[in-house]
């Protein structure tokens, strides 16, 4: 008797134990399987996991170290140490977009590497971009990707972050095109932890946002991220904002045209026409040419003599007349 009650004992013990496993199963994966499931991240147990590693140490060692460097350096400090790795990326752009074979943009970011090295003390200063050289962001898994190679799922890097799984060998290769990687030991490792500390530096701003904004930092970052990834293999969209003019908007007839409206076409102004704004003029506004408000001749019944208008007045002033037309004037 006791033999068995001790056998149904563990025979229960172990039934409990299996019900733990599969219920700790279940909400590991629970998020991944719910209606709000994201079919591009498969692996968002593992990846949140990852996330949580990476964010508590960004916010006790990152965060502080780079808050300690904004705090206690000069802001041109900090704006040079940033154009001196912004100009050794510079590098892999020119790689990938070789490797894409645009030419044109190749051409550029060895145009900016040179300038910027020769006359911008070493790429301190960034001379390039004010010059008209366009800066450029390419690197390995953005060629896969012009090539036609898919993203597959999302992927969340241990300390380097978000990622995917073809992006994931952007890591493996384009440093292998950043001359920091063939530094001495002595020099190669100190560059990549400024470099870190001042990229983080860059993003105190936008994490600070993230922190107070986003619901759900995780689902945030990956959205973001795909988003931008996109936008970066695709070109982004056009260089200029959309044209919310209205299409059947026009002058009336006798008013004249905004100031920069006779500009020749393509050329830069700052009227409302030129740039495909609506014109808001009032119709029924018509002063004397002289004023540069109206363009029509007067009316005949205008020609007659008139008393001045006092100098106060609405119409003395070219302001639209609202005057009322069931009022008679005095005598009639």
Known sequence: ?????????????????????????????GCATGPDRNAKDPLEPMNR????????????????????????TPSPFRTAVSNFFSNL????????????LKITDATQDLMRIAMNSLF??????????PAGLPKHHQDFGLTLGHYGMPSGPYLVLPLLGPSSFRDSTTWLVDWRVNPVSYADAGIRWPLYGVNFVSARADLIGATDLLSAA???????????????????????GASSLPDYGDEGA?????????????????????????QGLPTYVDPGAAASPAGG????????????????????????????????????????
């Open 1 to 29: 008797m006791k033999w068995g009650s001790t056998a149904v004992t563990a025979r229960a013990l172990r039934r409990f134990g299996m019900s733990l496993a599969i219920a700790g199963a279940l909400a590991t994966t």
């Open 49 to 72: 996991k990852i996330f949580t590693f990476n964010d508590t140490l960004d916010t006790y060692v990152a965060k502080p170290v780079a808050q300690f460097y904004v705090d206690y």
């Open 89 to 100: 990326g510079d590098f892999s752009n020119f790689a990938n977009n070789l490797l894409q």
């Open 120 to 129: 911008g003390i070493g790429g301190l200063i960034d001379i390039a971009s």
């Open 214 to 236: 986003a619901l759900d930092k995780y689902a945030f970052v990956r959205d973001a991220y795909t988003q931008r990834r996109q936008y970066l293999l695709t070109g982004g």
């Open 250 to 274: 026009s002058a009336p007839e006798g008013a004249s045209a905004p100031e920069g409206a006779s500009a020749p076409e393509g050329s830069s102004g700052g009227g409302s026409r030129e």
């Open 293 to 332: 408000v109206g363009g029509k001749s007067p009316a005949p019944e205008e020609n007659a003599p008139k008393a001045q208008p006092s100098p106060s007045s609405s119409k003395a002033q070219g302001l639209p007349q609202y005057d009322d037309p069931a009022a008679q004037p005095a005598g009639k």
